[in-house]
């Protein structure tokens, strides 16, 4: 069975400094899509960023960057400078090609700090 | 675009109502629709899923006759809780996500804004 595992349960950084958010996850897939999610208090569940398992290359949105480790099935976020709007949970999910339904971590309280 | 619309936000109702919950994707077409439930605090737990025209596949441990999922078009998947009970209290959210074309299949999931359901 695949596990997605936040191994982080919350994380604060100061405005406009970096932070990192762990994932790791479990498959014995090849094929698959990574993603964060990110829940802010108003609770709507909003797509940060994706990666396709084939892809070797890292995904990147503006500030939000991931480090996509596929041996190692690593998968964290990286959010630069960041700002006082990025304060939410962050959730992890994993879908494998052809399946419909998504795995999520247990998600890493992000606060950021003024 | 990806807009998923879910309605209502926030519902209280008395013990013994059931309570309809609509998930609509205002432009695109929902080949599949998730539900899930989301304790305080807590990850997200897939209840549903349910593919237009079809019956809804259940997560084990989600009793079907008390969590009603219909999917009549490919804009609309409704929820009801049947018989509410305190124990339902929840936060309910739905997704949506379509697979029509091989360049489709790697669309992500896109999100309700969530039901906050009370009852007393």
């Known amino acids: 069975a695949q596990t997605v595992t936040q191994s982080q349960p919350e994380m604060s950084v100061q405005e406009a400094e970096t932070v990192t958010l762990s994932c790791t996850y479990d498959t014995s897939e090849s094929d698959y899509y990574l993603f964060w999610y990110k829940q802010p208090p108003s609770r709507q569940m909003i797509l940060v960023i994706r990666?396709?398992?084939?892809?070797?290359q890292n995904a990147t949105e503006n500030r939000f960057s991931v480090n996509f480790q596929k041996a190692a099935k690593s998968f964290s976020l990286k959010i630069s400078d960041s700002q006082l709007g990025d304060a939410a949970m962050y959730f992890c999910a994993y879908r494998y090609q052809g399946a419909q339904k998504l795995v999520f971590g247990q998600g890493t309280r992000l606060t950021i700090n003024p | 675009g990806a807009v998923v619309s879910q309605h209502p936000s926030r519902v209280i109702c008395k013990s013994g109502t059931s309570v309809k919950i609509e998930c609509r994707s205002l432009d695109f077409q929902a080949t599949t629709m998730f539900w899930y439930r989301q304790f305080p605090k807590k990850s997200l737990m897939l209840m549903a899923t349910s593919n237009e025209g079809s019956k809804a596949t259940y997560e084990q441990g989600v009793e079907k006759d008390k969590f009603l999922i219909n999917h009549a078009s490919l804009t609309l998947s409704t929820l009801t809780v049947t018989s509410a009970h305190p124990e339902d209290s929840s936060f309910y959210i739905c997704?949506?996500?379509?697979?029509?074309?091989?360049?489709?299949?790697?669309?992500?999931?896109?999100f309700g804004d969530g039901t906050r359901l009370s009852i007393l």
């Open positions: 997704s949506a996500r379509s697979d029509r074309g091989s360049i489709y299949s790697n669309q992500p999931q896109h």
């Open positions: 990666q396709e398992a084939y892809k070797q």
